[in-house]
């Protein structure tokens, strides 16, 4: 046997293998950019250091008394460090440092002395007035698991923190992690691995009782809980939205950054925040200053030492989307389609109708869904969801069948270029209704009239509605109706539906009709 061309060929094999499994993990990343880009669309996130960072673990959590509250297992003034024996790493101790004008951190002083432990502090919460604080702490008798307290903050009293409290949140043997509090001072939002959930950690929610401590947990859901982990909720300052990280969703490595919006006590579908803010590595520990600012923690190295960095967030002024609405069969524009747009919270942020070629201009938010919904007579209503990433621009009616009642057949109104009798291009699928059920009851006759408005002369107005219930007879006779089933009549202004002096423009198109009766 040739062991030299025998090894060669395994060696060809596993090449062959290797570049061909490449592309298809790369084309699987590349899907999953492409579709965080669509919703990310106009929103960009220009990250800065915070000049707090060092060759350790710097994580923010929360904002107290016009300072940040950062984890740090670095030796800063007036504290202690102490090295955690399972992993010979110094423990992370809680610091308040100093914001700048320009965002950027400095001065870490040590949180609290009542606080601190010799064991690993954790990520922690305020109430509104931040009178209560909710903060966690390293299991002393299991260094993977962490407990969440409460304590209250009395100022006379020289250690500050007081009345410290196990809450006891979760049953033993699981932890308690990255608690935050929600604007409003009625939940406290937690991270736990307890069963029961979707897998690894889950977001839950509790109800924060009269007296700070805390009610039943509620897990979130599968649109924010996923089979991985999830960690470090943080609630919008409207109270809108939710903002989490996730190993889990549309995800491009480690922890990411998401955004769920809360409706109805609901939570939709979480959205990546994008590639500007989350990269391969784990990027957690995401919030809000203001509207457009604020702080998220990025494992540098990937290697469980944090920094800190700071967000403005520019989103592209006008945004647009161009949407086209047609017949879904012919694809014929379809004019004066009326567009009412909502937004996630129910608001109309849009009502409008399509213009002369079937064409609306939306205003969108990137990491926004919206339901449209498209009326327009004679054509089935339909919802549908748009968002700014939007690529199929085409929005599609199906029509309604013709309505047959004992002397007419019923359609919507037949539209002709202004002062012509020239049928416009949307008219012709109404008038092929007319088609279908002549054609469908091949023994019915029919008259067809028409009428105009009060504008101009009656003389006028005769001759211009002869003109038009004569196209419409042409028409049906070029699609194959026999001429002897058909004849035609104008009625010019005679038989108004609108008689008004100073009709509006929706009482001249009503009064401008054509009408097909039928005669056997």
């Keep these: 046997m040739n062991f030299p061309k025998i090894l060669t060929l395994f060696l060809l094999i596993g090449t062959f293998t290797a570049y061909s499994q490449e592309p298809k993990r790369s084309e699987g990343l590349d899907s999953i950019i492409n579709v965080i880009n669509k919703s990310t669309k106009g929103l960009n996130f220009l990250i800065n250091d915070t000049g707090i960072n060092s060759e350790l673990n710097e994580v923010g959590t929360s904002f107290f008394k016009n300072k940040y509250i950062i984890l740090s297992n670095k030796k800063h003034r007036h504290a202690e460090i102490t090295v955690n024996p ?145 960690k470090y909720p943080f609630i919008s300052s409207d109270n809108k939205y939710l903002y989490f990280s996730s190993k889990g969703h549309t995800n491009i490595g480690g922890y990411d950054v998401f955004r769920s919006a809360k409706v109805n006590n609901t939570f939709l579908p979480a959205l990546n925040l994008g590639t500007d803010l989350n990269s391969r590595r784990d990027d957690v520990a995401f919030v809000m200053t203001s509207p457009s600012k604020g702080y998220i923690s990025t494992d540098k190295h990937a290697a469980g030492n944090f920094d800190i960095l700071k967000f403005d967030i520019k989103t592209q002024e006008n945004q647009y989307n161009d949407y086209t609405v047609v017949e879904e069969l012919s694809s014929i524009a379809l ?52 968002s700014t990433g939007d690529t199929n621009k085409t929005l599609t009616l199906k029509q309604k069948k013709a309505v047959v009642t004992e002397d007419a057949i019923v359609i919507e109104n037949i539209y002709f270029d202004f002062d012509k009798a020239s049928i416009k291009q949307e008219s012709t699928l109404s008038l092929n209704k007319i088609v279908e059920v002549l054609n469908n009851n091949p023994e019915m006759s029919i008259v067809i009239n028409a009428h105009t408005d009060n504008k101009g002369t009656a003389d006028y107005n005769q001759k211009l509605s002869e003109r038009r219930a004569k196209s419409s007879y042409q028409y049906l006779i070029n699609k194959g109706i026999a001429a002897s089933r058909l004849s035609y009549k104008g009625f010019g202004e005679s038989q108004l539906l609108n008689k008004c002096d100073k009709c509006s423009a929706e009482q001249d198109q009503t009064n401008r009709r054509v009408e097909f009766k039928i005669i056997k």
């Design 335 to 386: 004019p004066n389609a009326k567009i009412v747009v909502k937004n996630e919270f129910g608001d109309i942020i849009a009502n409008t109708k399509t213009d002369d070629k079937g064409k609306v201009r939306l205003q969108l938010e990137p990491l926004s869904q919206y339901t449209t919904t498209i009326e327009k007579d004679g054509y089935e209503p339909k919802t549908t969801q748009i």
């Design 86 to 230: 399972a992993t010979n790493e110094p423990n992370n101790n809680l610091y308040c440092v100093d914001i700048k004008d320009d965002g950027s951190l400095s001065f870490p002083l040590l949180f609290s002395q009542a606080l601190n432990s010799d064991k690993n502090e954790g990520s922690l919460g305020f109430s509104p007035d931040q009178r209560t604080i909710y903060f966690t702490q390293e299991n002393p008798e299991n260094p993977q698991l962490f407990t969440l307290h409460k304590a209250e903050l009395n100022e006379k009293d020289a250690k500050k923190w007081t009345n410290i409290t196990n809450l006891n949140a979760v049953p033993a043997n699981y932890s308690v992690e990255t608690p935050s509090v929600s604007p409003d001072g009625k939940k406290i939002y937690i991270a736990s691995n307890i069963p029961g959930g979707f897998g690894g950690f889950d977001i839950y929610e509790a109800p924060i009782l009269e007296n700070g401590t805390i009610g039943q947990l509620v897990n979130l859901g599968p649109t924010i809980n996923t089979a991985t982990d999830e």
